[in-house]
């Protein structure tokens, strides 16, 4: 059965953040910035064992 799944990340200071993760074929997810400084997203998946990590975009022209 598939159960909504939230993932939340917290960086404040960060410009963007993006999900990857084995049950996308490693495609990009956008994740959304609340007013707290936490990015989230919620997705639909089924039981089981997923690899999963998080890409941030930093503010800085630097990075």
């Known amino acids: 059965m598939a159960a909504g799944i939230e993932f939340k990340l917290f960086a404040s200071n960060n410009k963007a953040a ?33 690899q999963y990590k998080f890409r941030v975009q930093s503010q800085s022209p630097c990075f």
Do not use: N, V
């Open 18 to 50: 993006k999900l990857l993760g084995s049950f996308s074929k490693w495609a990009e997810i956008p994740l959304e910035k609340d007013d707290q400084g936490y990015f989230r997203t919620k997705i639909q998946l089924e039981d089981g064992i997923y």
